[in-house]
């Protein structure tokens, strides 16, 4: 399948979602008034980092003129089961803070008033008694005795700890020629999206039901998990996503506290609620990628063969540990080894909590922090092996000719050429000719460095790999999990024009395109024929607890589910046709807007005609043929299995490759940097639509860069927020990111019909990395970390100031 | 002099993309809530209301303006265009389609800004550097596309035209 | 992220406005750009009584020629002054400063005056105005007067604006800056404030070999660091010079320290920007090449 020379997938078909985008009448949840009476919510949230709440006095904004009413979070806690996660430790979270605030941010009160003008002006009204206690925001400070406790029943801040081993780590190590250490920070960020969470919820009585329609976009485990907060059957949640998502980045997964919140709200005020957040709330409140403390050791034989890793990975989750985390930390566990061939590793897991706001997914998901330090790792063990730092990657890659291959802690890769990658990076970025530049350049003293990294970019998750948070024992106790199951349905309706469903909640990222492209194809259709709703309703349409935008499932799973619902469509399509035009189904083909006779293109029938009979007359179709031409598919990936008893699971189905090159020169007067060149190659698998592939990456590498360059949600040592606002959270600009020179070259995946893999956050990996990896070779460092701000270039540059 | 005390609503008329609109609003009401909620004008988006991200930008008697840092009320008989103006706009069309071919747009959130900003930009000068591009699209912020495509849907189109009107 | 209520007046001539800032005096603000007002409101950091609407006030948009002077009236954008050839002509330091304010969009609606009436430490107007020796004229019911930008600029956001004056225009002198000028910032990204920025110009007397030169540096300290003088004969070696200078400035400086900077790394950009332009400056003017 894609493969016909004459197919739409594979082809730059422009973007269907693009007119109504363009012309100002695509709907977004803001947009949107579904039903008469919605008041709108603006919640008060808490200025201290930590604190107990005494006491909430609302009576003066209860009073105010245009107030429908006000709800705190003791009046809530009646209505409401605090959130689960897999975290066992005792620990309770509330969307909104019931007797103590842990974050600065964290909702205190929600108000609801006519509009949200009205609304923000009772919030002030509102009068909370606090306690200041002492805050910590550092998670090696907050492992401290004597640091300061978030959840005292949790009898500390460490509330989870896990260690593995695969393989023989401890002989790796014990054998090794060279061994390589690196500990850093890396620091909070998040990918703020330019549209920010909003919500509409609607409580009805009876039947007793909530309705919320928001710009959620799963994963819809999280569907039962609110389902249960509210006290209710999960038939009684109906999620509503809109149609049009102002991007995501995986951030709007952390809107479904306020699902709930806004929900048990809608129930207590007896009125439709509508909540819009501002991009204060946001940078301060909704969730963001986890800073972290981390250690890594690298053991290598004296040819640079990579023999032996041990992660010690301290994550801050902030206040709570919100679901489905721990996930970011076990996102690239069973894909530890990367693109190498070592076998044997050891993983340490700590989660802390402090008072900074609770992370949750964020584009790359665990694999920016995971690569930075692997990757920093192979660069500094090329440095000291005196092996070219290309060099000493080619010789780790797993082998082209070894796929599928099973990695040490269970992931199974399912195809690849990694050396091809990496030469055609050498070649598109002219190494050879880098390399001379950075000779001549520290010849004249000036301060020229490359850096190079390497990564996979696994796709489309196996739901199960959270609970490796739990022990093998703990997992047989709860019962069997596994899978990431996809479902697609495609219609075509009695005048034979089709509609496909999708689960995938996209925020951007052209899925109705590639949707309509493979349903084209099937048939024999063109793209812009088909209809594609992407907006989900988890009241009417096919989902499962997989669906949703993350972890680039579309490309890796969703698109075999929308073919084989095509497929299954196309074949009744021939099967009756073959009945019209009295010939054998496997001599029909579908193609222009007919089915035809193969081979006799002029004897054929309108596809129209073909539908019409299923529908107008089911008493004229084949002997046990079902009416109409509707189709649900449901599928789940077979590798997808649940983690054994020694904690290696398939994590992910498709495994994408990537490395980046750049080349720059730190100027050591201003630390600024200047980029020369900058290369990133992919495989992707099968490239569907090259329009949107390169979007993905485009759009991965400018997050990548703003995160290496200056992005930080940044609080000051007392947990006082410091990024407020577009002019504190620098994202960068068109003037700031230097041209990206993009190639891809493809490793056809056996996981899908298409060969396509799951792609969009490999580039968001792998780019801080390289940066950091590029300013360590310009200045000699083996200790570099993030954002690279001008001053700390500068410092690094000139290490003989005192930094006064 | 006109004064509106606090609380109080007033009628607001003004040309909206060549048409007569009027709503109301209160002194604190921003242009860009007026614009979406009054006028139903849904196009113009709200990323971030401390005028920074610039997807609110519209274009208000002949200059741009971050219809969040603006009062509805200052709005009174002035002309403003927004995305839905520049989509009636045929002379638009290739910039449309371009941003379309080059991937100028993923979740579109942030481009009606970028439009208002770009045919202003190009009305003014019709044939810029890739460094004026740059610039100009700076005050924008995108987390979608990286803005690549956007700089060369831009520069593509205006050399187009100049091409064009050269010949 | 709402504004809180305020009344909105729109006067019709400058009279009423005047009298609305005599009335209201710190509970007033004026609206003319919006672009430091407009979000200051909606995060509610400011919290008027009355707003006061000078942008139909036509008189206040013009750039008028005053002698030795070029005034700019409160209604002025920053993308009025970047289209003047005659601003462009009379001070070309304002207009290489300008193209690092903000962003297009922004250039658009801004006023110089309001950027000046802000005072933010780092930007790039008010350190112009005081590198060039400009001054601000302050127009209440009781009174215009000139403030030389030197007093007007008191520190982070804090000038010597009394509440019931109102800035009507900033006064640009015409005689320095047009033989030797340079501009130089860094920031973080293109159209953030500075972190450091540095402004510098230089004149060779006309009727006599002597010279003057002026030099700005912006968000080293809460308000600009500014050296002005001259002499009868140009300095022999200008580096030597320019190194002199910058060490008077700096000297005893006490740089701020936030989160985006260290107090080291604003002390060696201060000495690092402020050397560049300033030998920029003063080559060009002086007709000197230097080493």
Not at chain 1, 75 to 104: F, G, Q, T, W
Not at chain 1, 533 to 540: E, I, L, N
Request: proline residues 5%; glycine residues 10%.
């Amino acid at each position: 399948m894609g493969d016909r020379a004459d197919s739409w997938v594979g082809r730059a078909v422009p973007r269907l979602e693009d007119a109504a985008l363009l012309t100002g009448n695509a709907r977004f949840i803001d947009d949107l008034s579904p039903l008469p009476g919605i008041r709108h919510v603006a919640l008060l949230r808490s200025p201290h980092p930590h604190a107990r709440i005494l006491g909430i006095d609302a009576e003066a904004a209860r009073a105010m003129p245009g107030v429908v009413g006000v709800v705190t979070g003791a009046e809530l806690r009646e209505h409401l089961n605090p959130l689960a996660s897999a975290v066992r430790a005792p620990m309770a979270y509330y969307p909104i803070a019931i007797d103590k605030v842990r974050y600065a941010g964290e909702p205190v009160a929600l108000v609801a008033a006519e509009d949200r003008y009205l609304a923000e002006d009772a919030a002030e009204a509102i009068e909370v008694d606090y306690q200041p206690l002492d805050a910590v925001v550092d998670p090696l400070a907050a492992l401290a005795t004597e640091a300061p406790v978030l959840h005292e029943e949790a009898g500390g801040n460490l509330v989870h700890h896990r260690q593995f081993a695969y393989g023989d780590p401890e002989a790796a190590f014990a054998e090794a020629a060279e061994v390589v250490r690196l500990a850093w920070r890396y620091p909070r960020q998040s990918a703020t999206p330019m549209e920010t969470y909003g919500a509409i919820a609607h409580f009805e009585a009876a039947p007793e039901r909530y309705t919320v329609w928001s710009n959620f976009q799963g994963p819809f485990i999280l569907q039962p998990l609110m389902a249960r907060a509210l006290g209710i059957g999960g038939n009684q949640l109906r999620l509503i996503a809109a149609a049009h998502s102002g991007g995501s980045f995986g951030i709007k997964q952390g809107l479904y506290p306020y699902l709930v919140l806004l929900a048990a709200a809608s129930r207590l005020l007896g009125c439709p609620l509508k909540w819009v957040e501002d991009r204060l709330e946001h940078l301060s409140a909704s969730s963001s990628a986890a800073d972290r403390a981390d250690e890594i050791e690298a053991a290598f034989d004296g040819e640079g063969h990579l023999t032996g890793l041990r992660f010690d990975n301290l994550v801050n989750v902030g206040a709570y540990v919100r679901a489905p985390e721990p996930a970011s930390v076990y996102r690239m566990h069973a894909a530890a080894n990367g693109c190498y061939r070592v076998r044997h590793i050891a993983i340490q897991n700590r989660l802390v909590t402090t008072n900074k706001l609770p992370i949750g997914l964020n584009r790359g998901y665990g694999g920016p922090q995971f690569y930075f330090g692997l990757e920093r790792a192979m660069d500094l063990a090329a440095r000291r092996l005196a092996i070219d730092p290309a060099e000493i990657r080619r010789r780790n890659f797993l082998a082209a000719d070894g796929f599928p291959y099973e990695g040490p802690a269970g992931a199974i890769y399912d195809s690849g050429d990694y050396g091809k990658g990496l030469e055609m990076l050498l070649e598109i970025a002219d190494y050879p000719t880098l390399r001379a530049r950075r000779d001549a350049a520290r010849a004249e003293g000036r301060l020229f460095g490359i850096g190079l990294a390497a990564g996979v970019e696994p796709s489309g998750s196996n739901m199960a790999y959270v609970t490796l948070a739990q022990t093998p024992e703990e997992r047989e106790k709860a019962g069997g999990r596994s899978g990431g199951v996809a479902c697609a349905s495609v219609a075509m309706d009695p005048s034979g024009t089709v509609t496909v469903h999708l689960d995938s909640t996209p925020a951007g990222q052209g899925h109705a395109t590639v949707a309509a492209q493979i349903v084209a194809d099937a048939l024999g259709l063109r793209p812009e024929q088909i209809q594609v709703d992407t907006a989900m309703d988890t009241g009417s349409g096919a989902w499962s607890l997989a669906s949703g935008n993350y972890s680039n499932r579309f490309a890796a799973i969703v698109v075999g589910a929308i073919a084989e619902s095509a497929g299954r469509i196309a074949g009744k399509l021939k099967a009756v046709a073959a009945e019209l035009l009295e010939v054998a189904a496997d001599d029909v083909e579908l193609a222009e807007g007919r089915a035809r006779i193969a081979g006799v293109p002029e004897q054929g029938i309108a596809l129209g005609r073909v539908a019409a009979a299923t529908h107008w007359h089911p008493a004229g179709l084949p002997d046990g043929m079902a009416p109409g031409l509707y189709d649900t598919a449901l599928l789940n990936p077979a590798v997808l299995d649940a983690p054994d008893g020694a904690d290696r699971v398939a994590s992910a189905v498709t495994f994408g490759f990537l490395c980046d090159l750049v080349a720059l020169e730190v100027e050591r007067a201003t630390g600024r940097l200047r980029i020369e060149r900058y290369a990133s190659v992919h495989d992707v698998g099968r490239v569907l639509n090259p329009i949107v592939v390169e979007g993905q990456v485009r759009g991965g590498f400018a997050h990548g860069f703003g995160a290496a360059m200056f992005e930080e949600l940044a609080y000051d040592q007392d947990g006082n927020f410091l990024s407020g606002s577009f002019a504190d959270y620098l994202c960068p600009t068109s003037a700031d990111l230097p041209p990206l020179e993009f190639a891809n070259y493809e490793t056809a995946s056996p996981q899908n019909p298409f060969g396509s893999k799951g792609m969009g956050d490999g580039s968001s990996m792998l780019t801080p990395v390289v940066l950091a990896n590029a300013v360590a070779d310009a200045l000699d460092l083996d200790e570099v970390e993030l954002p690279l701000s001008l001053d700390r270039v500068w410092r690094l540059a000139n290490p003989e100031t005192d930094g006064r | 002099m006109m004064r509106l005390p606090p609380g109080q609503r007033t009628r607001v008329t003004c040309t909206v993309n060549g048409q007569a609109h009027s709503g109301f609003a209160e002194s604190r009401t921003l242009l860009s809530d007026f614009l979406r909620h009054e006028l139903h004008l849904y196009g113009t988006h709200v990323g971030c209301e401390h005028g920074v991200c610039g997807a609110c930008t519209v274009v208000l008697d002949g200059r741009l303006a971050r219809s969040c840092a603006t009062l509805a009320v200052q709005a009174e008989g002035a002309e403003i265009t927004t995305v839905e103006g520049l989509a009636a706009d045929e002379g638009l069309e290739p910039l449309r389609q371009a941003f379309s071919r080059h991937g100028a747009l993923q979740c579109g959130f942030c481009t009606p800004g970028i439009l208002a900003s770009a045919s202003h930009f190009l009305a003014a000068r019709p044939d810029p550097t890739e460094a004026e591009v740059r610039d100009m699209l700076s005050g924008h912020l995108c987390r979608c596309t990286g803005y690549e495509g956007m700089v060369r849907a831009i520069l593509e189109v205006a050399r187009e035209t100049t091409e064009g009107a050269n010949q | 992220m709402k504004p809180a209520a305020f009344e909105y007046c729109r006067p019709d001539s400058l009279a009423e406005a005047l009298a609305l800032l005599s009335e209201y005096g710190d509970e007033a603000a004026v609206l003319a750009g919006g672009l430091s007002l407009g979000p200051l409101l909606n995060m509610r950091m400011a919290r008027p009584e009355v707003v006061i609407d000078i942008n139909r006030l036509a008189d206040l948009a013009r750039i008028e020629r005053d002698g030795e002077v070029l005034r700019l009236g409160a209604l002025v954008r920053q993308a009025d002054v970047l289209a003047s050839a005659e601003c462009q002509d009379l001070v070309p330091l304002l207009v290489a400063a300008l193209g690092h304010v903000g962003h297009y969009q922004t250039r658009d609606r801004g006023t110089l005056a309001g950027s000046a009436a802000h005072a933010d430490p780092s930007a790039e107007v008010p350190l112009c105005l005081k590198t060039l020796a400009g001054a601000v004229e302050l127009t209440s019911e009781r009174q215009v007067r000139r403030v030389p930008a030197d007093d007007f600029f008191q520190g982070t956001l804090t000038t010597a604006r009394a509440d019931d004056e109102m800035i009507t225009a900033l006064l640009w002198p015409t005689d320095r800056g047009r033989q030797g000028f340079a501009f130089e910032e860094v920031s973080e990204r293109r159209g953030d404030f500075a972190i450091v920025a540095a402004a510098a110009w230089a004149e060779r007397h006309d009727y006599d070999e002597g010279y003057r030169y002026g030099l700005g540096l912006g968000g080293v300290e809460e308000w600009s660091l500014v050296s002005r003088g001259g002499g009868r004969r140009a300095p022999e070696d200008l580096a030597e010079f320019a190194d002199e200078v910058i060490a008077g400035v700096t000297e005893d400086i006490e740089p701020m320290r936030d989160q985006r900077a260290s107090a080291a790394y604003r002390r060696h950009l201060a000495d690092h920007l402020g050397r560049k332009v300033l030998l920029r400056a003063l080559e060009t003017a002086l007709g000197e090449v230097q080493s």
